[in-house]
């Protein structure tokens, strides 16, 4: 790097990088520093070459064959040279000065203006036309900091009913633009649910689901994009039943059946830790999974394991909390001290579950399932008497008025917790 004097005005001196030899002609470049104090010219050297670095991505994305990246890079370099990117029509209507200024700026090597720079200044790139299937694209982005502190696991679940709600429409109504989506569209959407409700296909609730993340999808991009279009979303949602809620397993089901001596023989070591950890605490799976050395507390002198948003979110602010062990839950820990590896970072724990279970006829019905311990851990602490703060604390739920205090100790809900454990 040198600055040099060229007339009244010093002037910066670079060769051109070769990553931008596809976008800039010259080999070196001489950068007006627009002063005439060599102290005020070396104080502004720095900002100035990162200005053209800045406008030499611009070109570089410029160059893309995708709309919408071409679009962002003359708004980018736009921006880079001092002004707001306009369209065209809009360009044409500014004062003669303004627009003078602009037709100005564009560099022209050997008397030749620089394309991607007119285009820029000019507003002549059309913003691109958003279909639904680009929407999804461009969500990910938009929506980032809804995945901040996800897990990988907890980041696909998320991302994979969004996924699928787009599938389904364009499935339905075609990968129309975005702003083009009418709201007999959405109705013929509606109505392709309504069929399958009526066949027993699927739920109200399934239905509504693909409803409302489809509306996140859309509204997400037509806000943050700015695109200003009202769209036709509302009123679409189906009255849903009474919700289908999985059974507690009976004490004497656990007992006889769940527990009983080599029942859960075949079942893998973790698999089967899990299970047992979740009898006598009721954590929900994706909280056992991932349950670390930290994290899990035998040397304490109430032993339990501390539910926090280690590696992953929580479901809620309540969800952090602490649970002690009992029974074959402090056994099955004593035995997985470190967590479970295994499934820390996998989403088939349920799945390879309920599957032996079924196999093994040890679910008390077919509406019973894995969860079904967590139910059944809540009714017993009901049965028992346990007041409802500290129920709602264990299971990591609101409470339906304020909280005062820090709640009972640790030893007293393990007091409570040992006389209706297995």
């Known amino acids: 790097m040198s600055i040099a004097k060229r007339g009244r005005l010093y002037h910066l001196r670079r060769r051109v990088p070769r990553r931008y030899g596809g976008v800039e002609l010259r080999e070196t470049v001489w950068i007006s520093l627009h002063t005439d104090s060599e102290m005020v010219a070396r104080s502004k050297a720095d900002r100035a070459w990162s200005q053209m670095i800045e406008a030499w991505e611009a070109r570089l994305a410029g160059d893309s064959r995708d709309a919408e990246a071409r679009y962002e890079a003359a708004r980018e370099l736009a921006r880079v040279r001092g002004f707001r990117y306009l369209d065209a029509s809009s360009v044409a209507e500014l004062p003669v000065g303004d627009v003078l200024e602009r037709v100005e700026a564009i560099p022209a090597p050997a008397n030749q203006p620089d394309r991607v720079e007119a285009a820029a200044l000019l507003g002549t790139i059309p913003e691109p036309r958003i279909t639904v299937t680009k929407a999804l694209e461009l969500y990910w982005t938009l929506a980032r900091e ?3 502190g996800k897990s990988e696991d907890q980041l696909r679940r998320w991302e994979a009913p969004r996924n699928k709600a787009i599938k389904n429409f364009v499935a339905v109504v075609g990968d129309k633009e975005i702003a083009n989506i009418t709201r007999d569209d959405m109705l013929d959407f509606r109505q392709h649910w309504l069929d399958r409700i009526e066949a027993g296909e699927v739920t109200a609730n399934s239905a509504n689901k693909d409803l409302i993340h489809l509306g996140d999808v859309l509204k997400t991009v037509n806000t943050m994009k700015r695109l200003g279009l009202s769209l036709p979303l509302g009123e679409l949602s189906f009255k849903e039943g009474e919700a289908r809620t999985r059974p507690p397993f009976s004490e004497d ?40 050395a930290d994290t899990i507390r035998l040397d304490h002198n109430v032993p339990h394991i501390s539910i926090e948003p280690t590696g992953r979110q929580l479901k809620s602010q309540y969800a952090r909390r602490m649970i002690p062990l009992t029974g074959v839950s402090l056994e099955a820990f004593k035995e997985f001290p470190e967590g479970f590896p295994r499934y820390r970072d996998s989403a088939t724990l349920s799945a390879t579950v309920n599957k032996f279970l079924r196999g093994k006829g040890m679910l008390e019905t077919p509406r019973h399932s894995f969860y079904s311990l967590r139910h059944s851990f809540e009714d017993r602490m009901l049965a028992a008497g346990i007041d409802d703060r500290i129920r709602r604390d264990l299971f990591g739920h609101r409470l339906d008025r304020e909280r005062y205090g820090k709640g009972a100790s640790l030893e007293h809900v393990a007091e409570l917790v040992a006389r209706i454990a297995f």
């Open 146 to 148: 809804k995945t901040f």
């Open 253 to 292: 089901w656990i007992r006889t059946r769940l527990l009983a001596p080599g029942a859960l023989e075949g079942l893998n070591g973790e698999a089967r830790g899990l299970l047992l950890g979740m009898v006598n605490t009721g954590f929900r799976p994706s909280e056992g999974t991932a349950l670390t």
